[in-house]
């Protein structure tokens, strides 16, 4: 009798053991991701955050790239009197040291403003970026989005080479980031 109740045991715990088992891969291969992409290029570019830092930037450094294309400008005409014999003598003499200083300068004034320009871009692009992961998050999040994959920044290089456009949220993205209701 015992044998019979240990064996009865042992059969309902196989059994259930089984049933559990079985509960669980069913419900493992139910879920299914909610998978979802964005061009992050496209985004960069058509937000206002973008457009506005471009204005802003013309309006920071547009001084200083007119003060090199004058420079420029001087360097050419002076080539080209050089060039064309207008000078000699100690005249000749003093218009080469001239164009070599005007050269140094204009290289030394170049090299400057694309550093400074660059720092400027990467600074004001991380404060941007910063807000577009936060649109993207909150929209996967109201969404229910366990992956949202994205193009890569560099041309010619995406990670995402094609997706239904029901699962592109770009336009939903730039919507959230410019402010404005998503179409």
């Known amino acids: 009798m015992l044998k019979k109740v240990l064996l009865a045991s042992a059969l309902s715990l196989a059994v259930l053991g089984t049933t559990v088992q079985a509960a669980e891969t069913a419900e493992q291969s139910a ?8 061009n992050l290029p496209l985004i960069m570019t058509e937000i206002p955050q973008s457009k506005a830092l471009e204005q802003t930037l013309a309006k920071e450094f ?10 420029q400008q001087q360097g050419s005409q002076l080539g080209a009197d050089l060039q064309a014999g207008k000078f ?14 005007l ?9 400057a403003l694309q550093e400074d320009k660059q720092k400027r871009i990467g600074q004001e692009e991380r404060k941007i970026a910063v807000e577009v992961q936060k649109a993207i998050d909150a929209i996967a999040k109201e969404r229910k989005i ?8 560099l041309p010619g290089q995406p990670i995402v ?9 770009s336009d939903e993205v730039i919507a959230r980031v410019s402010g404005k209701k998503a179409k």
């Open 31 to 38: 879920y299914r991701p909610t998978i979802a992409v964005i």
């Open 62 to 71: 547009g001084p200083r790239e007119q003060e090199l294309q004058k420079m």
């Open 88 to 101: 000699k003598g100690d005249e000749l003499t003093k218009k080469q040291r001239e164009m070599a200083q």
């Open 103 to 111: 050269q140094s300068d204009f290289q030394l004034k170049a090299r």
């Open 146 to 153: 366990d992956l949202v994959l994205s193009g890569s920044l």
């Open 161 to 169: 080479v094609y997706a239904e456009p029901q699962l592109d949220l």
